[in-house]
C-alpha cells in the first residue's frame, strides 16, 4: 500500500470535509434557534455567490468588497425570510416549518434561474492554482484556503455562542415557553440565526463557486453539509467542524477504494450510507444533545 497516497487522501478529504462544514454551521445556527433543519441552506448558499458575482461583474465592485456588501444583503434576506413566511408558522408542528424550507430551496433556485440562467461561472478569487506539497503529499490551496475559512468561522461562532445575544440563543434553543417568560424576543433570536446562517452561505458559495463554479448544482452540495450535521449533531457547531473532517476522509479513502469495484460514483453512496447509519445508530449525532422525554 502506498502509505504516501493513502496520507495525500485523507488530507486533502479532511480540507474538503471542512468545506462541507461551512453548510453544516448554517445548519446548525438555525437548529439551535428553532430545532428546525433548513432544507434552504444549499439554495442559500446559491444566492449568496451569485449576489458576489452580480456585485463584482455587474456592478464593477472589487470581490475584497463585494463580498462583504453581499454578506450584508444575506444578512438582511435571512432576517426577511423568518419575518415574512417563518414568523407566520409559529407554534405549527415542525414539519410545516420542514416543508417551507424545502419550499423555499426551490423558490430560490427557480428565481436564480430565471435572472442569472443556467449557464455556470466562475469565481476568479485569484487563488493560486500551482501545486502546493507537503513533503511528497499534494494539497490544494482552495481546499487550503477554504478549511481556513470553516476554523475562522468556528472560532467566532464559539465566542459570539459566550456573548450575551449568543446565550439568549441558547436559551432560545433549550426552551421557547421560559424564553418568552423571562422577557427573550423569540422571534428575534430566530430571524438573528436565519441573518447569521445566510452570511455563512456566502462564504460557502464563494469558496465552492471557485471549486466548482456558480451555478444550480451549489444548492446540491446540501446533502453532504446536512450529512456532516446529522453526523455531527444538530446542535452542535464543533461536531460540525469534526463531523466534516470524518466525512471528507471517509468518502475520499472509501472512493479510491470503492470507485475501481463499481465503476465510480462511490462518494454520493458513501455519503448517503453515512447519512442512514447515523441517524439509525446515534440519531443525535456525535456530539449533538440525547434528550430523554419523560411520557
Not at 439554495?43 to 463584482?56: E, F, K, N, Q, S
Not at 423558490?107 to 476568479?124: K, V
Not at 456573548?163 to 440563543?169: A, P, Q, S, Y
Request: hydrophobic letters at 60%; a neutral charge.
Amino acid at each position: 500500500m502506498d502509505w504516501v497516497f493513502l496520507s495525500e487522501l485523507a488530507i486533502n478529504g479532511a480540507l474538503t470535509g471542512l468545506l462541507y462544514s461551512l453548510f453544516a454551521i448554517g445548519l446548525v445556527l438555525i437548529y439551535k434557534a428553532s430545532s428546525v433543519p433548513n432544507l434552504a441552506q444549499g439554495g442559500l448558499t446559491m444566492v449568496g455567490a451569485y449576489v458576489v458575482l452580480a456585485l463584482a461583474r455587474d456592478v464593477g465592485l472589487p470581490l475584497w468588497l463585494a463580498i462583504p456588501l453581499a454578506a450584508v444583503v444575506m444578512f438582511g434576506l435571512g432576517f426577511g425570510i423568518e419575518r415574512v413566511a417563518l414568523r407566520r408558522l409559529a407554534g405549527r408542528p415542525v414539519v410545516m416549518i420542514l416543508m417551507l424550507t424545502l419550499g423555499l430551496d426551490i423558490f430560490l433556485r427557480g428565481t436564480t434561474l430565471a435572472i442569472w440562467g443556467g449557464t455556470s461561472r466562475s469565481m476568479e478569487l485569484g487563488v493560486s492554482y500551482d501545486p502546493l506539497f507537503l513533503g511528497d503529499i499534494f494539497i490544494s490551496r482552495i481546499h487550503l484556503v477554504g478549511a481556513g475559512v470553516a476554523l475562522a468561522l468556528f472560532v467566532a461562532f464559539m465566542l459570539f455562542f459566550r456573548t450575551r445575544t449568543g446565550i439568549k440563543l441558547r436559551a432560545i434553543a433549550d426552551d421557547y415557553m421560559a424564553s418568552w417568560s423571562v422577557g427573550i424576543s423569540v422571534e428575534r433570536g430566530v430571524g438573528l440565526s436565519w441573518a447569521l446562517a445566510s452570511v455563512v452561505a456566502v462564504a460557502a458559495g464563494v469558496i465552492w463557486g471557485e471549486i466548482q463554479g456558480v451555478d444550480q448544482a451549489l444548492s446540491l452540495l446540501l446533502l453532504k453539509g446536512l450529512t456532516v450535521a446529522v453526523l455531527g449533531g444538530l446542535d452542535s457547531i464543533l461536531g460540525a467542524v469534526i463531523a466534516g473532517i470524518i466525512l471528507g476522509v471517509v468518502e475520499n479513502v472509501g472512493a479510491d477504494f470503492l470507485d475501481p469495484l463499481v465503476g465510480g460514483g462511490s462518494r454520493e453512496l458513501i455519503v448517503a450510507a453515512v447519512l442512514i447509519l447515523t441517524v439509525m445508530i446515534r440519531p443525535h449525532g456525535l456530539f449533538g444533545r440525547h434528550d430523554i422525554e419523560r411520557v
